[in-house]
């Protein structure tokens, strides 16, 4: 299933169509398992063992324990919940904490949230003009009482791919310090061994499945303090009665996009490519993102125009794109990521992301490019 025919949708990173297959499931599970899975009658038993059989899915999916797979509500709750769980529980051990300046806004606020309410103290990494954070630069910033470090797998913004699993493997071997990873926009597009990652999360919405149902995957050596009080939901990590459909059909979700991940990518590369070559060659547009990112994330900016004109201009022509994350589109606030990578205000208030997908055809691309010449031209005269 994939928007109407007469739009173009290219903010695949933002959120995606739901499947048709998964759809049809999701709706099977609404109408005949409403059921509380905590509730110990027949049907109510029965869909707490379906919620378990897809967490057990999952895990076999990712190569970890089903007892470390967390369904919560999406992805920024995940986010909150594993850093603002972890940096509480362990205090005792250290009160630094590390992450990068790019990050989504639920790390970096809960961040902001420990350093502001609890005292702790965070470093922020700068990352290079095309987005990046070394090895080098986590080790200069580790100190004896650093007990987390924070880094995107690849930014939804740019689409900087992160040095993740070589990170992580040091921080494994030579320390003590916990490894999280928000792997919203690697999963289903790009392969990450979660081997060395203690904390790891992503959300079904973004991989063509249902809005509400993040997953967090914790090992089991790792131990949080709940936000969200109440029952003795997810080991007790999150009180509240589980949407037992989204949970359901999440290894489905999961499972479907695996299967597909080889051939969209490679469709992907060819229309990034074919995109990217044409935005070479316009005089006024300068990209921020490069072929070394993930194909999925195309960012530029257009010297002679701000990015609100030619996303409203592109919208009266029936193509969808945005400028920086959905969470923060609202904001009208330049790019902290492209601020970050060393960019001014102007240009950073100027870009704009167009996101990808398998579902992305040829034709759509052409379309673009075309209409972006004439809204160029247009602006330029």
Known sequence: MKPSKSSIYLDYASTTPIRKEVLDTYQVCVQNYFYNSESVY???????????????????????????????????????????????????????????????????????????????????????????????????????????LSIMAINNEVGSI???????????????????????????????????MDLFTFTTHKIYGVKGCGILIKKRNIELVPIVHGGAQEQGLRGGTIDAPSCIVAAKTLRLIQLEQQKSYQHVVQLRDTIFDALTQMEQVHLNSTRACSPYIINFSVHTMNSEILMNALNERGIYISSQSACSTRTKSPSHTLLAMGYDEKHALSAVRISLSHLTTKEEVSILLENLKEILYAYST
């Open 162 to 196: 992160q040095p993740i699993e070589k990170i992580a493997d040091y921080i494994k071997s030579q320390t003590r310090i916990c490894m999280m990873s928000d792997g919203v926009q690697l999963i289903g597009k790009h392969d990450l061994s979660l081997q060395n």
């Open 42 to 148: 027949t049907p109510a038993l029965q869909v707490h063992d379906y919620v378990e059989a897809s967490r057990k899915k999952i895990a076999e999916m990712l190569q970890v324990h089903s007892d470390e797979v967390f369904f919560m509500s999406g992805a920024s709750e995940a986010n909150s919940l594993a850093i603002t769980g972890y940096a509480l529980k362990n205090q005792h051990k250290g009160r630094h904490l590390i992450t990068t300046k790019i990050e989504h806004s639920s790390i970096l606020h809960a961040f902001e949230q420990l350093e502001a309410l609890f005292g702790f103290e965070v470093t922020y990494l700068d990352v290079n003009k095309e987005g990046l954070v070394s090895l080098e630069q986590v080790q200069q910033a580790i100190r004896k009482d650093t007990i987390l």
